[in-house]
């Protein structure tokens, strides 16, 4: 099977179904970046940290289950469900017990993995925003932004628990 099939050339590309549309149309531009926070989060070279590495491989697979919901017109079986968010809120809540409260903003960066994951909480929150402009224009989106906003708030607590553990402070904004 070649990997190139010439029907992207004009500009548009197929849905599930086989409904064509631009590829900058508000569905395609979604799971796009949902690819693109993937692709960052496998940039992430926390092997040392076992534990978080197996969670961030959990997410990738997470935000393929998003990519084959939001790449769908009509709903289907592959969708993220409350036990994905109650699976990023509970790493949330085993990882803040590790960490320093936080008391001001502070700045991303650190390490250069806590940078990158800052990084991926940053492209997470586009998607996000990309997912919420896909339902203001009516499409169902399910759970997937109430996902994205928790896997943003995990991705904030992950770059912080590795800046701690790698022993880097965090630096507040100076205004």
Not at 37 to 46: D, M, P
Not at 83 to 110: Q, S, V
Not at 147 to 170: G, H, I, P, T
Request: hydrophobic residues 35%.
């Amino acid at each position: 099977m070649k990997i190139y099939t010439k029907r992207g050339d004009s500009g548009q590309t197929d849905l599930v179904g086989g409904e064509r549309v631009t590829k900058d149309h508000t569905r395609v531009e979604s799971y796009g970046t949902i690819d693109e926070l993937n692709s960052a989060i496998g940039l992430i070279s926390i092997e040392k940290y076992e534990d978080m590495a197996q969670y961030l491989v959990e997410i990738q697979n997470h935000l393929h289950i998003i990519q084959a919901q939001l790449s769908r017109v009509e709903e289907g079986e592959i969708k993220i469900t409350s036990k994905h968010i109650e699976l990023i809120e509970n790493w949330i809540d085993e990882y803040e017990k590790e960490l320093e409260p936080l008391h001001a903003f502070i700045l991303p960066g650190g390490s250069k993995e806590g940078a990158k994951l800052h990084h991926a909480r940053a492209i997470c929150r586009r998607a996000e925003r990309r997912l919420v402009t896909l339902s203001i224009e009516g499409a169902e989106v399910g759970r997937c932004i109430e996902y994205l906003n928790r896997l943003s708030d995990a991705m904030f607590v992950f770059a912080r628990l590795v800046n701690q553990r790698e022993k880097v402070e965090e630096i507040n904004p100076s205004y």
